[in-house]
């Protein structure tokens, strides 16, 4: 089946270094691959989507592109700050019987300091 | 303003004792659904609804029940919890446009079965 595999946590960096968390996926399918936040104490929001091979997501900074040959789904971002700390989730969300269904990976918890 | 709400929040209870989280959104999504969030889990689907009166198990569905009677609203019923359900709990919904699936996210609910 489908699955989502992101590095594990937690990364700790300083402000303004470069971040990347790794994601690869597993599909059978053709799926849409999503990268979620999630600020402490609240639900989780939509970072940034990528639908097809070779888009490029990006939003706040964060970037991440569908690479189909090497399935993965790396959020990058060049310049972090203390606000960033969250922790980042995977996804990919693919057409199913009777809808589409959802694969998360674990999660990465990122803590930046001043 | 565009949102899914959760009720309650918070919510300790015990063994046996029938419960009901409710979870309304306001944006005229036909797509509704029911994770469970667990340290190193990330999320896992319980169940989805694709429309009223449609509804389907997703990963983790036993000891859970829906019901969508209203496009609106997807309560999530434990008819008799148990401690292994103690987690936190995210309703979300969705537009299901074929191309994205991109879900947005309650605030969740923190249950504890003691």
């Known amino acids: 089946g489908d699955s989502v595999t992101q590095m594990e946590g937690p990364v700790t960096l300083s402000e303004e270094a470069f971040l990347t968390i790794n994601c690869t996926y597993t599909a059978t399918g053709y799926p849409s691959l999503f990268w979620y936040v999630q600020y402490p104490g609240e639900g989780l929001q939509l970072l940034l989507k990528a639908t097809k091979a070779d888009d490029k997501g990006s939003n706040k900074g964060f970037e991440a592109t569908y690479r189909k040959e090497t399935t993965s789904f790396h959020l990058e971002k060049g310049s972090v700050q203390v606000s960033d700390s969250a922790v980042y989730f995977c996804?990919?969300?693919?057409?199913?019987?009777?809808?589409?269904?959802?694969?998360f990976g674990a999660g990465t918890r990122l803590f930046v300091k001043a | 303003e565009a949102q899914v709400t959760q009720n309650p929040r918070y919510l300790i209870t015990v063994t046996g004792k029938k419960l009901t989280v409710t979870c309304s959104q306001n944006?005229?999504?036909?797509?509704m659904s029911w994770y469970r969030q667990d340290p190193g889990l990330g999320l896992r689907q319980i169940y989805y609804s694709m429309n009223v009166e449609v509804t389907d198990k997703g990963d983790v569905p036993e000891g859970y029940k829906v019901s969508r009677k209203e496009k609106r609203n997807f309560p999530l019923i434990l008819e008799s919890p148990s401690p292994n359900q103690t987690s936190l709990y995210f309703c979300?919904?969705?537009?299901?446009?074929?191309?994205?699936?991109?879900?947005?996210f309650g605030p969740g609910t923190r249950l504890t079965v003691t």
């Open positions: 979300a919904s969705s537009p299901y446009d074929s191309y994205s699936y991109e879900q947005y």
């Open positions: 996804a990919l969300s693919d057409r199913d019987t009777g809808g589409f269904k959802t694969i």
């Open positions: 944006m005229n999504h036909e797509y």
